[in-house]
């Protein structure tokens, strides 16, 4: 979901001091509102997943700002929604996911180049595509962006939304590597939806192709669900929003004081950059690990080295993407690992990351009841100490009346209409299955 206030010891320049421009109409890609409301339906029906029972709004959900109030969510095997989403007892996950589900907010705005806490996704214009993923070339065709191809992963992964192996057609084919063509697992969840209710009419109704008589095809599902994602959690109509078109008045005085700091002299910006908060790059800060981690495919234990996993680069240990604050007050838990469940105490923590991760014990984390040992990692003496050794800041521990001015300024972020959403929660879905409300 999550860093936040990363490098709070950054050397700050005369520019950094100063208040970003305000975002425009031009910041944003523009969003077909009938693709959007295709995309809508899809973001919330069960029948993308291998057992019809888990839809994107499982883990980002509009009541949780578009999260799920979970450290680590519970995919496949699990019922209920947020905070009380709890294992099912008679289908028993076998995983945490390993990082916590990020917010969804300006995820249309053209600055944003990256996606995943590792940055698995990101904008190359070198590619046909404009973009690379760990998929390769050849499954780059037919997205519009990196926002569409996000929606490749969760619909693969066995823990997430497809999955195992002996429960559904779609997990089978991802087990066995047949992901596109026909009979993979893209054509079978196309072929789903091509047949369920009226989806066949609607798709034909945005996508010319389509209604030419091309077969449906899983980038159609995935561009349409981008255009909601765009077009439902905009979010630049918050107080600071207002301030920075001009209006002073938008801002309490203690937030502007807040604002100050930020941009000032506690040294937020230093990557919490510009009018989203986020300079789109990669930063270590000792964030600690709870449950699995993504691990690398030769690893035996639970470490989760972030960005050197994509990368490969030493230097990358550890280095997670700086996020955008947008609506941050509503979206715990906080970290890439969803370790610490209160803003203010992660503020804290990341003003002085060394003291925090010494005396961090697991406590402030919000983890569902699996039987798993989440807090496991935490006893790796030696990942510890590799942790902090990796952090790139040093501490600089924040007074009551700083951190007050702070959560003041990141208060002022919130954009009410954009967590509830444009659009909102449809009543139902053309599969028929059950809408998460």
Not at 178 to 192: F, N
Not at 308 to 329: C, I, K
Not at 369 to 395: F, K, M, N, Q, T
Request: charged share 20%.
């Amino acid at each position: 979901m999550r860093s936040l206030l990363l490098a709070l010891a950054f050397p700050v320049t005369a520019a950094a001091q100063e208040f970003p421009a305000p975002l425009t109409e031009a910041d944003f890609i523009a969003v077909n509102e009938a693709e959007a409301a295709l995309g809508q339906l899809l973001f919330y029906d069960p029948i993308l997943s291998g057992n019809r029972n888990i839809a994107c709004a499982t883990c980002h959900h509009p009541r949780f700002a578009t999260s799920d109030g979970l450290s680590l969510g519970m995919g496949e095997g699990g019922i209920g929604l947020g905070p009380d989403r709890v294992a099912d007892p008679a289908n028993y996950p076998t995983e945490f996911i390993p990082r916590n589900a990020p917010a969804l907010f300006n995820l249309g705005a053209t600055q944003v180049t990256v996606l995943f806490h590792d940055g698995r996704i990101e904008v190359d214009p070198a590619r046909t595509s404009g973009f690379r993923t760990p998929m390769g070339e050849d499954m780059e065709v037919g997205f519009s962006g990196i926002l569409s191809a996000q929606t490749m992963f969760p619909v693969l992964s066995a823990d997430e939304m497809a999955g195992h192996v002996k429960e559904n057609d779609i997990a089978k084919a991802v087990r066995s590597g047949r992901i596109t063509g026909p009979g993979g697992a893209w054509d079978i969840i196309a072929r789903r939806v091509e047949g369920a209710g009226d989806y066949q009419q609607r798709f034909e109704a945005v996508y010319p192709e389509v209604a030419a008589g091309r077969p449906l095809h899983f980038t159609d599902i995935s561009n349409a669900i981008a255009a909601f994602m765009a077009f439902e959690w905009r979010a630049d109509m918050a107080p600071f929003d207002a301030f920075l078109r001009g209006d002073a008045a938008a801002l309490s005085a203690e937030a502007l004081e807040g604002a100050k700091l930020f941009y000032g002299a506690a040294g937020c910006s230093g990557c919490h950059a510009g009018a989203l908060q986020t300079d789109h790059g990669f930063h270590a800060m000792g964030v600690p690990q709870i449950g699995p981690g993504k691990r690398m495919a030769f690893e035996t234990h639970h470490s989760d080295i972030g960005r050197m996993g994509v990368t490969g680069r030493a230097e990358d240990a550890y280095a997670f993407r700086t996020p955008s604050l947008r609506n941050v007050t509503a979206t715990a838990p906080y970290g890439h690992s969803g370790a610490y469940a209160d803003l203010r105490d992660f503020v804290q923590a990341h003003a002085a990351p060394r003291a925090a991760l010494a005396a961090y014990t697991g406590a402030p984390a919000r983890l569902a009841a699996l039987e798993h040992d989440a807090l496991g990692p935490l006893s790796d003496a030696a990942d510890r100490a590799a942790l902090e050794a990796a952090i790139e800041v040093e501490d600089r521990p924040l007074s009551a009346a700083e951190t007050d001015a702070i959560m003041a300024f990141l208060e002022s972020l919130t954009d009410q209409p954009a967590i509830d959403g444009r659009l909102g929660v449809p009543d139902t879905v053309p599969s028929g299955l059950p809408v998460d409300r």
